[in-house]
Structures are given as structure tokens and as C-alpha cells.
């Protein structure tokens, strides 16, 4: 089996009055490359004339975004020309590239009648061959992500990228990522096979489970030492997970709020670009 490293507790890191869980930067973990970020908002409810998501018009580049919409709803639009409204069950890809500026906002819907939202965000590095390449967008609903069902329907994994047993995902990954958010039943269970090779991303969104024998509960980030390839999971209780793996960059990563680089020059050369424009300018929303 797989050697566990360690298994971290998100902090607390609200945004407004947004309650959010920050599982990737922590005190304890900084990264696991390529995956670079986590921010878990939510569980909460919102009355009816809320002011909704806070995440208005900013700046990206160098890496990508995968957000996971449990409950609730996000409004994306950016300058590269991405714009839709995804459910709740659904997943927004964006790959910055060289850079665009997006906002996630709730829709008005959403805003006027309030309810239940739950939202995670993924950031991924880009590798340096593909730091400048061209933003993309794809905003998949529930019913486009394909599902495989597992142990007589107690384990049900949404292929998102890469392959889940025979089932590819719908969105190409640059970098080969294979994600997948899966949901057991109490007593689910699962086995995966991932080579020594590839680091794996493993949170714990809801509930708890056993993985290689060791106990890891909600808000609960699992670091897997390069050793072993072999993941058994058991669920604890009802219990939602994100599962992915990827091949390391062993690249140097310079970070400065919205931009992922390889050298602080670069950084500096972000932010160039964006205040000259060459990110897109921002109209409004019409």
C-alpha cells in the first residue's frame, strides 16, 4: 500500500462572510506538486437578498482552477471569453495560461432567494512549457461528468479529468491530471492503483473514511509519501472525497497572489502585463 506522509487539518480562513477551509497552503503542508491550492467555502446557508460570492473581476496566470460546486451556484465570466452559470453538482476548468481576469459571482437567482452553498476550488501548477499558453475555459453541469459506480453502488466516482478504470473524463488535462470527487455510503469501499511515481491529492470534504488503515477525517488533507501504489478506502460514515493524481514538476514555484511562476522576474513581468492590459480588460457584466 501506499505509504501515508502525514494527514493535515484545513485551517480556518473565512473571506467576508464567506466561511472557508484552507487545506492547501498550510503551516504543515505548502504544496503537493503539481497541486497547489485548496480553498473549501462553505457548508453554510444565506438568507434571502444576499450579497453572494465576494470573487469580482481579478487576474490570473501560470496555472489552472478546477472548482467543484457542491451546493449553490457560481456565475464565471472572464476575457478570454468563458461565460456560464454552473449548478450545484457541476465543475468549472480554467486554465489561465499567459492570463485573462474572471469573477465568480452568484447568480441573482441565488442572491435573491439564498440557500445552501458549498464550493471547493482546486489550483493546479502549469508546467514552464505551458505557463504562456492560450486561457481556456470549460464549465461542465452535473449531468456532462460521467459516473462509475462501484461496490454495488456504495462508491460512486465523477470522472472529471484523466480516467477512472475504463471511464475518461471529459476535460484534457495539459499535464495529465486525473481528478475525480467521489461519493461513498457507509461501509464503501474502493481500491485504486497509482504509481509510486505520481503524488496524489486526497481531501476529505464531508464525512470520514479509512485509507491505508489510518483514519482521516472531514476537513482533512492526506499526504502520501512515493512509496507504494496501491490506496484501499473504506467509508466511515457517508462520506465525499476529491481524488487525484499527477506526475511532479520538480519545477521552482514563485507565487504572488494570483500569479504562479517559475522566477520572481517572471512575477514581476505578470504583473506588467496585467496593468498594461495584456490580460484583457474588463468591461462589466451585461
Known sequence: ???????????????????????????????????????????????????????????????????????????????????????AGGVQWMTAGRGLIHAEVSSEKFKQEGGPLEILQLWFNLPAKYKMTAPKYIGLQKDKIPVVTEDAGKVKAHVISGSWRDTKGPIPSLSDIHMASITLQQGGRFTAQVPAARNIFFYVVRGSVKVNGET???????????????????????????????????????????FVMNTEEEIQQAFQDYQQGKMGRWESWD
Open 216 to 258: 482521516a477525517a472531514k476537513l482533512h488533507l492526506v499526504e502520501f509519501a512515493n512509496e507504494g501504489d496501491e490506496v484501499q478506502v473504506e467509508a466511515l460514515e457517508d462520506s465525499y472525497i476529491l481524488f487525484g493524481h499527477a506526475q511532479p514538476f520538480n519545477e521552482p514555484v514563485v507565487a504572488h497572489g494570483p
Open 1 to 87: 500500500m501506499r505509504k501515508i506522509k502525514k494527514i493535515h487539518k484545513a485551517i480556518s480562513a473565512p473571506i467576508d462572510d464567506l466561511v472557508t477551509y484552507r487545506a492547501l497552503p498550510t503551516n504543515s503542508v505548502e504544496y503537493i506538486d503539481p497541486f497547489l491550492f485548496l480553498n473549501h467555502h462553505g457548508p453554510q446557508v444565506y438568507k434571502p437578498g444576499n450579497r453572494g460570492l465576494p470573487f469580482g473581476p481579478h487576474p490570473h496566470r501560470g496555472f489552472e482552477t478546477l472548482t467543484f460546486i457542491l451546493d449553490g451556484d457560481i456565475t464565471h465570466q472572464d476575457t478570454g471569453g468563458g461565460r456560464d452559470v454552473i449548478q
